[in-house]
């Protein structure tokens, strides 16, 4: 499988909430770094997408602009979605970079403006303190703390 035909595959399983197809295309080492979830290894990158997926009920993806050179490809998604924790709806811009070895994604780094999606996710909070490290940290705990919530309640 060329790495282009990976990405795709990638994007497919998420256009269609399957997390574990996702899952399926990380090696088992992955390293997944976001601005809402910080950095994250191995498991908590599949448990992270399939507690997401398990919360997306009018999530939608568009994906474009897959490039693959050598070990490393790039994409351009926009993921439309309401954020379970307050309700909003939010239009999220995301530039992924991905690290591949032996047909495997081993680095996914997913960059978008963490401002922005806060003014959408948490409304006025977002809106006055979405700029700041201390939100930024705020944001990656929550984050984090529902994951681990998942990973305590999900079957191993």
């Given at each position: 499988?060329?790495?282009?035909?990976?990405?795709?595959?990638?994007?497919?399983?998420?256009?269609?909430?399957?997390?574990?197809?996702?899952?399926?295309?990380?090696?088992?080492?992955?390293?997944?770094?976001?601005?809402?979830?910080?950095?994250?290894?191995?498991?908590?990158?599949?448990?992270?997408?399939?507690?997401?997926?398990?919360?997306?009920?009018?999530?939608?993806?568009?994906?474009?602009?897959?490039?693959?050179?050598?070990?490393?490809?790039s994409a351009h998604a926009t993921a439309r979605?309401?954020?379970?924790?307050?309700?909003?709806?939010?239009?999220?811009?995301?530039?992924?970079?991905?690290?591949?070895?032996?047909?495997?994604?081993?680095?996914?780094?997913?960059s978008f403006d963490l401002w922005r999606w806060?003014?959408?996710?948490?409304?006025?909070?977002?809106?006055?303190?979405?700029?700041?490290?201390?939100?930024?940290?705020?944001?990656?705990?929550?984050?984090?703390?529902?994951?681990?919530?998942?990973?305590?309640?999900?079957?191993?």
């Open positions: 499988m060329q790495n282009a035909e990976l990405i795709e595959n990638f994007y497919t399983a998420f256009q269609s909430l399957d997390a574990e197809a996702m899952s399926a295309c990380h090696a088992p080492d992955v390293r997944f770094e976001d601005p809402a979830f910080g950095p994250l290894h191995g498991r908590e990158v599949s448990d992270m997408w399939r507690m997401l997926l398990a919360r997306a009920d009018d999530f939608t993806l568009a994906v474009s602009d897959i490039k693959s050179i050598g070990q490393s490809a979605y309401t954020y379970s924790a307050t309700g909003r709806f939010v239009v999220n811009e995301i530039q992924t970079r991905f690290a591949i070895r032996d047909g495997l994604i081993v680095e996914q780094t997913d806060s003014r959408q996710a948490l409304g006025i909070k977002g809106w006055l303190f979405g700029w700041s490290p201390k939100m930024r940290e705020e944001i990656q705990t929550q984050a984090r703390r529902a994951l681990k919530r998942y990973q305590n309640k999900a079957p191993t």
